[in-house]
């Protein structure tokens, strides 16, 4: 049996769902802004009508994966 997903990834699923882009979609449109802190990130991503909770999560990931502290 799979062990369930923890942590931010733990999002995933609902940012998908409730805002209709795929997770990999999301990191794309971050890819740009790879070189910026980690609010300004957030920020960029609530442009786009993400909640905060679920933009900050999205950000962790993309920068644990992706390079950034």
């Known amino acids: 049996m799979a062990e369930p997903v923890k942590g931010p990834k733990s999002y995933f699923p609902s940012i998908e769902a409730k ?18 802190k980690h609010m300004e990130q957030v920020a960029f991503l609530k442009e786009h009508g993400m909640g905060h909770g679920h933009a900050n999560a999205l950000v962790h990931v993309f920068r644990a994966e992706h390079g950034g502290a």
Do not use: F
Not at 19 to 36: C, N, Q, T, V
């Open 19 to 36: 805002y209709g882009k795929s997770i990999d979609e999301w990191l794309e449109l971050l890819r740009p802004h790879a070189g910026e």
